[in-house]
């Protein structure tokens, strides 16, 4: 009696330890609760946690066919059917948690199968069988992607909590694998991307080998198609051009207002009169073209400007030609450029002198800017600078601005007081000390503000197209008036896959640029 009695108690005790190590890992998302329940590891929970939810999959699986049940089903048969499911359960479980082990331990993972499997287990068990709970519910309520889409309905509301619930495990999954080998967080990212990756390959690969008709290898042939005509390739080369032009200028604006914001306060000198040189210049240049110094030479400075223009765009080049016609659609304005550039010298040389006293209202301003409606603002371009690369160039130099300007900023700003102090006691000028010392030193968050900007412009180059710019946009807008899905569909893909690979090649550019004792300073950046 008292041994049965032990017995069903050590029983009760197994079941409880192994609800609370469920409730600890849901209810406490980190490694600490992960680390916690690794000293806790047993082979004979992970088997039975994964033998309960084989036996939940298998009654949702008896509960979605109620007619196989009716028509000739027996209890013998249902028992079948869910002694397959656990041992299916079980067999996909353990077979995936030693894909995975093999994969950490290739990035460096020191953990054990078994600690391994039962942190899995604590995490797939509990949400499997909510999730399974969730998809019957769905089930029972008419549950298809459609529905999923509309949050509002009751439906979606199940739907979006079954990706919400689908997204929280893929977390959790990281911390068990993190606990489990004591790896980085990057190492087990790619740990648990591997398998879903291999898995995605395979799966489009054999939508092209049978044939399938869906998304995918619509868009794929779609855009096949595009590319074999040259269509793609010249809206690629001008989106291309287009953002990097635009980012050239912004990054030598913003890096010279971000520095000039940084200095103090200084008076005008007469060394400075040099600046008339240029502001004159470009003041004329503006006056001349607009006709205010006689009907005359407006005429012939807009012949000339048009001249030179038309050469440059008939220079028929599928790499530079882009490139080529947004200077030849800024040396048809004349009149445009000069008072641009006018206006630009004297905001730099007033930000010159005003130096630090300017960095709020500076910041304000660009951030102002940023918030603008981009349709907005090439329209309101359209009058003074035409449809165009223009338009867009102007428009997309002005977005730059506050990433760039308010990480030069920041980055010059951090710079410790004593390692400046230091330069000057070595007798560095302050040039020297920009140059040097402030510039390098703020490399790795510069180079952030840069990676975002070109990120931001890359997308809003796409709505370039609208006021006639030969970019991926064209395809998107063409989508929208022809009602044709694949079209906006491959501009949305092309622009995304355009600015990742731009992204993930400004990222290793900045980890060259950045000095080696400077490594972690960009990744607090």
């Known amino acids: ?37 690794k000293t806790r590891a047993d082979p004979l929970k992970t088997v039975l ?19 196989a049940l009716v028509t000739g089903m027996g209890t013998e048969a249902a028992l079948v059917e869910l002694m397959r499911m656990i041992f299916f359960a079980e067999t ?75 997204l929280y495990g893929f977390l959790l999954l990281l911390f068990a694998l993190q606990a489990a080998h004591e790896m980085k967080s990057s190492a087990v990212f790619y740990t648990l991307g591997a398998p879903f990756l291999a898995w995605g390959i395979f799966r489009v690969a054999s939508m092209f080998i049978v044939g399938e008709e869906n998304v995918i290898t619509t868009q794929w042939f779609f855009i096949a198609e595009q590319w074999t005509k040259g269509t793609a390739q010249e809206l690629l080369m001008g989106h291309l051009w287009l953002v990097a032009f635009s980012v050239s200028i912004a990054i030598v604006l913003g890096v010279t207002i971000g520095v000039f914001i940084t200095w103090p306060a200084r008076k005008p000198k007469l060394s400075h009169l040099s600046i008339l040189i240029p502001l004159v210049l470009f003041l004329l240049l503006w006056a001349a073209s607009s006709g205010l110094l006689g009907e005359g030479m407006a005429d012939q400075i807009m012949s000339t400007a048009k001249d030179w223009s038309r050469s440059l765009k008939r220079i028929d080049n599928l ?22 550039i006018a206006v630009f010298i004297v905001i730099l040389y007033a930000l010159f002198l005003a130096g630090e006293v300017a960095s709020d209202l500076t910041l304000y301003i660009a951030g102002i800017i940023l918030t603008i409606p981009s349709v907005a603002l090439f329209g309101a371009m359209i009058k003074p600078l035409g449809i165009g690369p223009f338009n867009a160039a102007f428009a997309l130099i002005l977005y730059a601005q506050l990433p760039i300007l308010r990480n030069t900023y920041t980055g010059i700003k951090a710079v410790m007081p004593e390692i400046i102090e230091a330069g000057r006691g070595m007798g560095m000028t302050e040039g020297q000390l920009l140059l040097k010392v402030k510039l390098p030193m703020a490399v790795p968050v510069i180079m ?11 997308g809003i180059a796409s709505i370039a197209a609208y006021i006639g710019n030969d970019t991926l946009g064209r395809y998107i807008f063409e989508g929208i008036y022809r009602a044709q899905e694949k079209r906006y569909y491959a501009g ?34």
């Open 492 to 525: 949305a893909i092309l622009v995304a896959i355009l600015a990742l690979a731009v992204d993930y090649f400004l990222g290793w550019l900045q980890d060259r640029l950045t000095p080696e004792g400077l490594k972690g300073r960009r990744e607090a950046a």
């Open 1 to 37: 009696m008292a041994t049965d009695l032990a017995r069903t108690q050590r029983q009760n005790g197994f079941w409880r330890e192994m609800l609370n190590g469920w409730m600890s890992i849901l209810t406490e998302p980190n490694l600490d609760a992960f680390r916690a329940q």
């Open 319 to 340: 790499y530079f030609g882009p490139l080529l016609e947004i200077v030849a659609a800024i040396i048809a304005k004349p009149a445009a450029v000069g008072m641009i």
């Open 92 to 166: 996909d479980f353990f077979i995936l948690s030693l894909l995975i082990f093999f994969i950490a331990r290739g990035f460096g993972g020191i953990g054990s199968f078994s600690q391994q499997s039962y942190l899995l287990s604590l995490v797939i068990v509990p949400l499997g069988m909510i999730i399974t709970a969730f998809l019957f519910v769905g089930e029972k309520l008419g549950l298809t992607l459609t529905a999923v889409l509309d949050p509002l309905s009751p439906v979606g509301v199940v739907g979006v909590v079954v990706i919400l619930l689908a």
């Open 448 to 458: 952030t503000g840069v990676r975002v900007s070109i990120v931001m412009l890359i």
């Open 49 to 67: 946690g994964v033998g309960l939810l084989g036996l939940v999959l298998g009654l949702w699986a008896l509960a979605i066919k109620p007619a």
